[in-house]
């Protein structure tokens, strides 16, 4: 079994860190441009050649790449490798136009595992672990990501997937699962499932690697609570791999890049224009070492912020902080920005669970905004606070936080649909 804590790549001076991505970077440029078409194209019509890419200072010198552009390229147009070289294929599921499909030879499926196992070993586990991974298996890149890195890590490995939580319970409690990977409302439903059951003290788990879809601090700490675990947030996308671009450490505030393969930038979504450390911005990311699909500053559409602060854990890679929303997610209600991920914040702060969902429409052209939120069975038969005067006070908070009022519709528990994958939960009738 390999040592999963890279110390000296993920300790690493930033002059150990820079020389790599030099190194790596003006390779994996020259190999892009000798061997993707599409992708020299853009350089040409930028007027780049390789030789104008001698460090990590040149990459604002290079094209975007974009969603439009998989689209374009689709499905073999931005390969780095010829088939016969890859042996794997994960995808999105689509659900925003054409899915994605991105290519692996041996070599990148390697890279891949190697960060899901330090995002497992930076939550704390080891080959002592039962690691329960409860993420979609398939073509989507959550179940055979966490998967890789547990067996790396050699943590006993249950290939659980998503779905048929009597059964992930009761291999939970018969196996003594120690790890849960899930996305993090199916880890809310979970612990709903087992309090329910009253088998809480049953379960042995300890952490939680929980990502794929956007989750508040207080989510955080309300599945803390009810599972008794850490929970560490995991982001990846299937463009640049799956899980595992970055993860938490102990510290959880904040995720570890893995630069040594990705160089991270932050850019104005707007301009394109790269922004200092510490900027809100569009997260865009260079892989400076995969092979089948090499995507060179890809726009994630995801927004956050980059930090170089000292962590507490020893590692010295670059932290992106939780994602703030997509460029993409953003509703805009009545001519103002709104975050599905700031409803959040206040449903949780107020005591209710993460079973929410938010429909926008438009009526006599006002665009109108609706959250319907369940009631805890606790609630219910609290007296002190009617469900007018809840409604009414969420209403107020809600306002609060965004600046617009939203209609407030408190729900019965158990009537909003559970996912076991990533949530949906927002419905924009405006686009229908
Ligand atoms: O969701 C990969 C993944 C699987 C990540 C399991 C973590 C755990 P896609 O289906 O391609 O890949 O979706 C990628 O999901 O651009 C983000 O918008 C969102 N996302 C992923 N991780 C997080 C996270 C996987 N931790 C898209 N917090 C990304 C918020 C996340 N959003």
């Known amino acids: 079994m390999g040592n999963y804590y890279q110390k000296e790549i993920e300790c690493a001076s930033r002059d150990e860190m ?23 194209k853009k350089m040409e019509e930028k007027g780049v050649t390789p030789e104008d890419i001698k460090s990590i200072d040149d990459l604002h010198k290079l094209p975007f790449l974009m969603k439009s552009d998989l689209r374009d390229a689709y499905p073999y147009g931005l390969m780095g490798k010829p088939l016969s070289e890859c ?22 499926l390697d890279i891949w595992e190697e960060c899901c196992a330090r995002a497992i070993v930076a939550a704390g586990g080891t080959k002592d672990d039962v690691c329960h991974v409860s993420y979609g298996y398939g073509l989507f890149t959550g179940g055979p990501g966490l998967n890789g890195g547990s067996h790396k890590v050699g943590c006993l490995t249950l290939p659980m997937s998503s779905g048929n939580t009597e059964r992930q319970i009761q ?36 952490a939680g690697i929980f990502g794929a879809e956007a989750w508040s601090e207080e989510m955080r700490k309300s599945i803390e609570a009810g599972l008794g675990i850490k929970a560490y947030d995991i982001y990846g996308l299937t463009e640049i791999s799956g899980p ?32 200092p450390e510490g900027s809100v911005g569009e997260l865009v990311f260079t892989c400076i070492d995969k092979e089948a699909f090499p995507l060179l500053r890809y726009r994630t559409r995801d927004l956050c912020v980059l930090s170089r602060k000292p962590c507490s854990c020893g590692r010295t890679h670059v932290k992106m902080s939780r994602l703030m929303g997509r460029t993409d997610d953003m509703l805009i209600i009545r001519g103002v920005n709104v975050f599905p991920s700031q409803i959040e914040t206040v449903l ?63 729900v019965e528990p158990k009537t909003i649909a559970r996912s076991e994958g990533k949530a949906v939960r927002i419905i924009d009738k405006r686009k229908i």
Not at 88 to 94: V, Y
Not at 369 to 378: C, Q, R
Not at 384 to 404: C, F, H, P, Y
């Open 348 to 410: 949780i702060k107020d005591g209710y669970p993460a079973n929410y969902q938010i429909i926008v429409d438009r009526v006599n052209n006002s665009d109108t905004l609706d959250v319907n939120v369940e009631i805890t069975p606790e609630m219910l038969t609290d007296t002190t606070m009617g469900i007018s005067e809840r409604e009414k006070q969420l209403v107020n908070d809600l306002k609060a936080m965004l600046g617009i009022k939203a209609a407030v519709h408190i």
């Open 87 to 108: 042996v794997r294929i994960q995808s999105t599921s689509g659900t925003t136009g054409r899915r994605v499909v991105a290519f692996y030879t041996q070599h990148d």
């Open 171 to 206: 291999f939970m409690t018969d196996l003594g699962s120690t790890i849960l990977c899930c996305t993090p409302s199916y880890a809310a439903y979970l612990s709903e499932s087992i309090h329910e059951r009253g088998v809480k003290d049953q379960i042995k788990l300890k």
């Open 244 to 275: 595992g671009v970055s993860f938490e450490c102990e510290e959880q505030s904040g995720m570890h890049i893995n630069e040594d393969h990705f160089i991270a930038e932050i850019i104005d979504p707007k301009t394109g224009e790269v922004l």
């Open 18 to 40: 820079i020389a790599i991505q030099n190194e790596k970077l003006v390779k994996q440029v020259k190999r892009v441009y000798e061997n993707v078409p599409y992708y020299r």
